[in-house]
């Protein structure tokens, strides 16, 4: 309820509390995470809190918050780089005069999950020209790739290969940052320290 009446810019007021509620109630539902004892339900929670977050954020933008709204959204487009939110994010840049900021979003938003056509549109607006537009958002691919890849170095020699899987757990500490563990990670992960207060418990990526 609370998207649809952002998406068509009604009944703001009303839509501020009902995302608010749903920030809070999934942010409940995320409190004492525990990767020991993991399930899988929680990945949708999270999903469902990023999705939360991106609507709140759109209700600040709708009702002149602009910073505020950023902090939501560039905190949703983090976890998910879904095309809606990064859409979201970069009319936020627009407006605030960001220019260069707005053409990097809408760049990697244009080859993100499920893209809208109309950031492939707002791209064209914004550097004029269907050349440039490709260079941006195969410059994007690399730069999507690179945000969500963690360098650890080398730990075989070769020929030896490994392979696995990781899951870190985002709990924020007494200075204000964004721990994770293992805790050798924290430096490649510090852009975490930037998700909005309503994450003050955990998150799993």
């Not at 209700?59 to 902090?71: C, L, N, Q, V, W």
Request: negative net charge; charged residues 25%; contains cysteine.
């Amino acid at each position: 309820m609370a998207y649809v009446l952002a998406v068509h810019n009604l009944d703001l007021d009303r839509a501020q509390r009902y995302a608010e509620q749903a920030v809070a109630a999934a942010t409940g539902n995320l409190r004492n995470l525990n990767l020991d004892r993991l399930e899988p339900a929680k990945f949708t929670e999270v999903a469902a809190l990023v999705a939360y977050w991106d609507t709140l954020g759109w209700i600040y933008f709708r009702t002149g918050d602009p910073e505020r709204a950023e902090s939501y959204i560039h905190a949703a487009w983090l976890l998910t780089q879904r095309g809606e939110v990064g859409d979201h994010l970069g009319q936020i840049y627009e407006q605030q005069g960001k220019k260069d900021l707005a053409v990097r979003i809408y760049a990697q938003t244009a080859v993100a999950t499920q893209p809208l056509p109309e950031t492939r549109e707002r791209l064209l607006a914004l550097v004029g020209s269907d050349r440039k537009v490709e260079e941006l958002t195969q410059k994007a691919l690399h730069e999507l790739s690179e945000a969500r890849t963690i360098a650890l170095g080398r730990l075989l020699e070769p020929p030896q290969t490994v392979h696995a899987d990781f899951l870190l757990l985002f709990v924020p500490d007494g200075a204000g940052e964004l721990d994770c563990r293992p805790c050798g990670l924290r430096k490649a992960l510090r852009c975490f320290a930037a998700l909005p207060k309503s994450c003050s418990n955990s998150t799993i990526l």
